[in-house]
């Protein structure tokens, strides 16, 4: 087990997947590490949806890469594993967004840890009024309709070298004293 400063430091973004699968227990264990997030009046808004099966994956990324303008594109990188992470706004839409951005982070610190590459993929908010996702989400017992999309979380075992940390801009933290 790596020690939270060394996922804190080390952790980057891996935009290509070897396509072994990843074993459910491991998501399990990346899905609950984002459940423990802080949420806004512990209201715990956020909720995780793992999706594993390949053709699902397929239609969800052309949807992915349809909104963001590049519809040939692999928007998913090629990885074996889509977290969808939405937060309730019945539960508190005033920081849903933000309760599900602690889940995404603490998701990808997670996933470093086990040995896995992540990227937070965007467009999760559009996603959410599409048919598509409507389904995935009553499969689930959900209604989309009820949630605000926050991100994906792509998952799997990265194809090559992972990511080297790039050196931090100075002059980023202030101190008041």
């Known amino acids: 087990m790596k020690t939270l400063d060394e996922c804190i430091k080390n952790r980057r973004s891996v935009r290509k997947y070897r396509q072994d699968p990843v ?24 909720v995780v949806i793992a999706v594993t099966r390949g053709e699902l994956i397929e239609k969800m990324r052309k949807l992915n890469a349809a909104i963001h303008g590049t519809p040939d594109a692999d928007t998913f990188y090629g990885a074996p594993a889509v977290l969808i992470v939405a937060s309730s706004k019945k539960a508190n839409e005033a920081t849903a967004v933000y309760d599900g951005s602690l889940t995404l982070g603490n998701m990808m610190l997670k996933a470093y840890d086990l040995g896995l590459g992540s990227c937070w993929i965007h467009r999760a908010k559009q996603s959410l009024s599409d048919e598509l996702y409507k389904e995935i989400f009553r499969s689930v017992g959900l209604d989309a309709d009820d949630f605000e ?26 101190f008041i004293e």
């Open 23 to 46: 074993p459910r227990d491991l998501i399990a264990q990346v899905i609950e590490a984002g459940l423990l997030a802080a949420s806004g009046k512990n209201k715990q808004s956020p």
């Open 149 to 174: 999309g926050v991100g994906h979380l792509i998952l799997g075992y990265a194809d090559g070298e992972y990511p080297k940390a790039p050196a931090r801009r100075e002059g980023r933290a202030f």
